[in-house]
């Protein structure tokens, strides 16, 4: 049976740092590039980085770049995202899930390519 696990959210002061996990089971997550999204309530859901498969190289959103970085590590079955300079905006629900068409992370994130989505941890960052 398939099933991700997010964890890692938690309340932080601007200019914090988190580092999610994304755990999997039932299925190998390196056979998929592994996107994060983040949503807030009564909005879509963002797509805001992606690690590929094959070669680990990522696509982050603007809103990420620069502060964000996704890492994998097989042997565990778990992807990361460790999150730097945490800012107000980005108080939302981070989700990871598996792109089921691609294994590169090619550019923004097409939330109908991806599956297996966890509960969602969630991620505040306050004074």
């Known amino acids: 049976q398939v099933h991700v696990v997010e964890s890692g959210g938690g309340l932080v002061q601007p200019g914090g740092s988190l580092r999610l996990s994304c755990a999997a089971s039932?299925?190998?997550?390196?056979?998929?590039?592994i996107g994060w999204f983040r949503q807030a309530p009564g909005k879509e859901r963002e797509g805001v980085a992606c690690?590929?498969?094959?070669?680990?190289?990522?696509y982050y959103a603007d809103s990420a770049k620069g502060r964000f970085t996704t890492s994998r590590d097989n042997a565990k079955n778990t992807a990361y995202l460790q999150m730097n300079n945490l800012k107000p905006e980005d108080t939302d629900v981070y989700y990871c899930a598996a792109n089921l068409m691609r294994r590169r992370c090619v550019g923004p994130l097409i939330k109908h390519e991806y599956a297996y989505w966890g509960q969602g941890t969630q991620v505040t960052v306050s004074s």
């Open positions: 039932g299925f190998s997550l390196d056979d998929y590039a």
């Open positions: 690690v590929s498969a094959s070669d680990s190289s990522s």
